[in-house]
């Protein structure tokens, strides 16, 4: 028996063997509990099948609150089964007798039961304290005959008497047929051994198990299905074993090898067997010589069988081999791997996902679909928690619907994942719990069938219809009528949108009998407790309109030819739905068709949403075609997505910055005349964030060879979180309008500048007027005063330098500006011959950058030059003295004029802002000290000093080593 020292649990017993029956003498309930509840507790926790009688002494119900109250686990115990507490009739009486041999029987049946269920042995408690007199003849003979059963098997056995029910002569006998006696002795509890009982119960258990032993022995060797032998070691010369000798062998190792006893007893093994495997031989070798045992599986061809094989030495240069034929196992093996493999490549290749989670939603499989869903590899999401896959705002809503599955709520749904790269995934979700045998939640599976193109689609056309909904409030408010109805049309949509469901039948042609799944009954609102329609009430819910379509194709299908059509009909509600129905046929081994099978789908909503799309896109392409501008939706790739007739005439199917082929036929310029590059495009520009709405001119060059003026404007398409999906182009022919422009802008031109030459031909008339004065009054004898003369000269020079001015503007290509670096070069020129009167030894020293200028400066600021060079030329250089006269002219961010200003210079810089500086000096004897600049009497002085103010600007003399006028000034113009 294993381990047949057992723990009674009871201190003053201590350990005692299977097959102990003793018993308890008790005054009162406490008494009774003192014993048993530490008896019980230790045999549940060896591992032993409990049985508790109980009595009125202490009932069913109160008996299991007293186990709960002292025993740690007791529900557990109480669960697995591993204890039960019995009423006293319930195990005794039966038809109101009590019939001891039933009794026993019942406790031989109970003990078998014990050791099939994998407990050690069995502990048992009994009660007789509600037995009638009557009875307690039987139960006497009842005691002896357990007391012989409880010998020969792993039981321990407690039997409790109330000293109250109790004779004198009633506790001797029960005494005499117990081994213990448990009494309580001045309130300890002490233990009377029947030593009588005890040395014969020993002797006559020793004999009993010897013979039964041998009985055993010889049974389980005969009769056992796995095979045994036992053989001798034959050595070689150097001790090591090389064969071995049959001596012993059981039936089942005959059959298992296909032997005969006689044939192999005493003979060795490489005698009967010369092919035997060498790995065997090996295992046996290893097994003699080191006397530990060993364990293998292996093919063998002797057999032809796979045999598991146990090898031990059951003493020196012996070993004893069990075999057991694993043939059929091996065979279910691979049949179970090749079954599991076919059904894991349906999985694998299933077109939904697959899912399948543990009680805490953690994945423990995935198929290949679903991986590629939400892009992860399947070891990546083995092990990950099913929110793992979702936004933080969306996991209460996971957690909930498995929560909801646990509890046995199982449905179908549309939710959102999110994919490893981030990108969204839609599906429908069809989920379901998974409970063990015993009904215990084991875990979650789900499909999931991807909707995530349906989806962009719905994204797709809301966007669409947003666009328009802009493109109406922009363009004209006379379409609001059909914009409001557009917006009724896209929330009817919305509203008619519902999922998709799939069910699958099969129809047994001979018995003309049908298997709907679920979800067909719910498609055709078809009550539940019905079974499915043969074949005629089916045809009933199919449409007058397509009922002998079905039935051809059925004709078809029952002669082999499998069909897919969509079809409508009519649901017991009434309703009238669309769907698509396609089937396969299943043939006997004849090749007579005796079923057909396939799956059908409610269609209706994509059918509603495909209308409701076209729909919306035929209004959005009629509103477009109606607009007097071209207008273009393209992608980010510049692809165009919706456009009207207007818009093709000069774009093809993309934008013109996205076109390499055609985009020299646009050139667009910059307000610095420069050509704009394609980043600059309006399409481009938007594509970055920015609302392109004034527009750009570009001159486009058409397959004839034409220039068309267009404008271009361009905004962000966005969607609801504000990215950027694309880019709206707005495209107007301007071509008229440019045109008329350019020759208006020609006209005004040529009349700007015939303007110009007239002032400059009437200035020299002047000029020639005082030229024809001065000399005259050079000839008259009371008037030869030089100083008329040289007044003059003086106003002949100033009305000189403005023409020179508005003979620039007539030659030059601007009509408001003047290259003034050009027209100082002449001015330097026409006051050089002005002034010569001999000396040839003034220069003239030109520094100058080119200047553009209007004519509100230009004028002032050549009267000023035209003045400081001649006050150079009149008083700077004594008769006959040599010198030069220096211009220069610059930006005040040139470098050279930073480095070179003074102090004062750059106060005055600071303080305006000027843009140009411009200096004029001499290396003469210079300006007196005793002219005050800027309030001179002189008129030059003075005119200079007025045109400064004049034109804003600030002007510094310095008398150092000469004159040196500096200027600064900006274009009043700009």
Known sequence: MKNSIRNSGIDSIGSVPWGTHFCQFYQNKEELKDIIIPYLKAGLESNEFCIWIASNHLEVKEAEEVLKTAVTNADTYLEKKQIEIISLNHWYIENETFDFQEVLNDLIDKINKSLA????????????SSLENESWNNFVNYERGMDSIINKCPVIALCTYSLDTCSAVDVIEIAANHQLVLAKKEGKWEKIENSERESHAECRQTEEALRKSEERYRMLFTNMTDGFGLLEVIYDKKGKPHDYRYLELNPAFELILGVKREQILGKTMLEVFPNVSPIAIEKYNEVALSGKPTHFEIGSEIAHKHLDIYVFSPEKGKVALILRDITKRKQME?????????????????SEGIWIGDPEARTIYVNKRLAEMLRYTQDEMIGRLAWDFVIEENKLTVKKNLEDRRRGIDRSYEFKFIRKDGSPLWTIVSGKALFDNNGKFIGNMAMFTDITQRKETEEKLKSTLDNLEKLVKERTAELENAYNSLKKSEKGLAEAQKMAHVGNWEWDITADKAYWSDELYRIFKR??????????????????DNRDLVKNVTKEAINGKPYSIECKIVRDDGEERIIHMQSEVIFDEKNNPVQIRGILQDITEYQRMEDALRQNEELLSAFLEQLPVGTGLVDPQGRLMVNNSI??????????SHDSENSWRWRAWGTNGRLLNESQWPGERALQGENVTCGTDFLYTSSDGREIWVRISAVPFRDREGKIKGVIVVLQDIDEQKRSQEALQKIEKIRIKEIHHRIKNNLQVVSSLL???AETF??????????VIEAFMESRSRVISMALIHEELYKGDKIDTLDFAAYLKKLTVDLLDSYNLGNKDISFKLNLEQVYLGMDTAIPL???????????????????????????????????VKNNVSVLDEECIEKNGF??????????????????????????????TILVEQIDSCVKLKRDHGTKFTIWFSDVEK
Do not use: M, W
């Open 771 to 773: 030229d024809l004065q």
């Open 862 to 896: 050549g009267i000023i030059v035209n003045e400081l060079v001649s006050n150079s030329f009149k008083h700077a250089f004594p008769a006959g003295g040599k010198g030069e006269i220096r211009i220069n002219l610059c930006r005040t961010e040139t470098s050279a």
């Open 647 to 656: 818009f093709r005439r000069f774009i093809g199917s993309v934008i013109p």
């Open 778 to 787: 050079s000839h008259l004898e009371v008037c030869k005063t030089l100083e």
């Open 334 to 350: 691979r049949e179970l791997q090749e079954s599991e493999e076919k059904y894991r490549n349906i999985i694998e290749t299933a």
């Open 527 to 544: 009550n539940p407790q019905k079974s499915g329609p043969p074949y005629n009430e089916f045809l009933n819910y199919i449409h007058p």
């Open 117 to 128: 269920g994998g407990y050690d042995g069995l502990r048992l408690i009994k009660n007789t």
């Open 915 to 944: 843009d140009y500086v411009l200096e004029v000096s001499d290396n003469g004897k210079g300006i007196s000290q005793e002219i005050n600049f800027p309030s001179a009497d002189s008129l030059g002085l003075q005119l200079v």
